[in-house]
């Protein structure tokens, strides 16, 4: 069993059962994860599901910020191989994909990207050829920066979602807890005013290209139960921003740092982190491409309604960028 300093919720065989067989009616009945009747049906199919499996997916109560729902059983054999990028994999894991989307919907709002991985709902994280040294999921022989999922977007999810697939070198995801840092009150009261702004990630190729002016954010704001964060270190340009705020900045980072923890994924384990607090990443590893890396199934949750976000952002542009909802 792999190392894991985080909360861990275990779904017993009878939830277990009732979220394969739902997701495996889903799939018969429609041929295909991305079906636009199966996704049609999921809502419906998703209020269906009973309560022990409700109760375990019950909103982050911990300051650490994330959970494991651990339960489900993927056999490797029947997997296939990892493919060599996201745009190869096909029907490859789809009754997973159907799930995951089924506990997305019982958590919130499933969300998609026009611009990311063709709108797809669920997204398959595989690292890719070409891509080691970037800073998205495709890459591999560079640490991850913690971030937030999507940081450049007022849409952003509130949960994000990780399926492990495969890990069969046991890669650590990081998480670190906004919750759990220790900042004087100067540095969160800098850091609270919008100084600089945080820029499309590589995976937003469309995005990037956008030409309305990027417009200052702050990185942290009060919600009614506390601080939250929103962080993305790799595509945030402070050269223009006072050496207080870029100081306040570098050690918001330096004790995020302190209280990350590394969690290792098993081929069935959900890692779910509330996007508001936590800010995630992943170690480097070497690619061998042979089929056995590391594969993950991502998803995006939003929570309507949820107090945690400045009513500013209603006004951002978000560099263009559309989120689908079911």
């Known amino acids: 069993m792999p190392t894991c300093p985080a909360p861990v919720r275990r779904l017993d065989p009878t939830a277990v ?19 636009p009747g199966l996704l049609a049906d999921l809502p419906a199919k998703s209020a269906a599901l009973g309560e022990p499996l409700r109760r375990r997916l019950r909103p982050v109560d911990t300051a650490d910020g994330l959970f494991v729902l651990r339960g489900l059983r993927i056999d490797d054999t029947d997997l296939g191989p990892t493919p060599g990028h996201w745009s190869k994999v096909g029907d490859a894991g789809a009754l997973w994909d159907v799930a995951l989307l089924l506990v997305s919907a019982l958590m919130g709002t499933p969300i998609a990207w026009e611009g990311q991985q063709d709108g797809r709902f669920v997204h398959n994280i595989v690292p890719s050829p070409g891509h080691e040294s970037e800073q998205t999921g495709a890459s591999s022989s560079v640490l991850l920066t913690p971030h937030t999922e999507d940081a450049f977007h007022p849409g952003r999810a509130h949960l994000l979602l990780l399926c492990c697939m495969r890990n069969h070198d046991a890669i650590a995801t990081t998480a670190a807890s906004v919750r759990l840092v220790e900042l004087s009150d100067a540095d969160v ?15 937003y190729e469309q995005a990037q290209r956008f030409g309305g002016r990027p417009a200052p954010v702050p990185t942290l704001f009060e919600a009614p139960d ?11 340009p ?19 740092a302190r209280v990350s923890v590394a969690v290792s994924l098993e081929p069935g384990d959900v890692l779910v982190v509330d996007n508001d607090l936590v800010v995630h990443g992943r170690v480097p590893f070497r690619a061998r491409y042979d089929g ?16 945690t976000r400045p009513a500013a952002e209603a006004d951002e542009h978000g560099y263009g960028q559309a989120a689908l909802t079911l």
């Open 189 to 203: 009261d800098r850091l609270k005013r919008p100084v600089a702004p945080i820029l499309p990630d590589d995976a």
């Open 17 to 35: 059962a009732e979220l394969t067989s739902a997701a495996a009616e889903l799939l018969a009945l429609h041929g295909s994860a991305t079906s």
């Open 292 to 307: 056995t890396d590391r594969w993950l199934k991502r998803a995006s949750v939003r929570v309507e309604q949820r107090p």
């Open 226 to 236: 506390g601080l939250t964060m929103r962080y993305d270190p790799a595509y945030t």
């Open 238 to 256: 402070q050269e223009t921003a006072d050496p207080a705020w870029r100081a306040a900045y570098g050690r918001l980072g330096d004790e995020l």
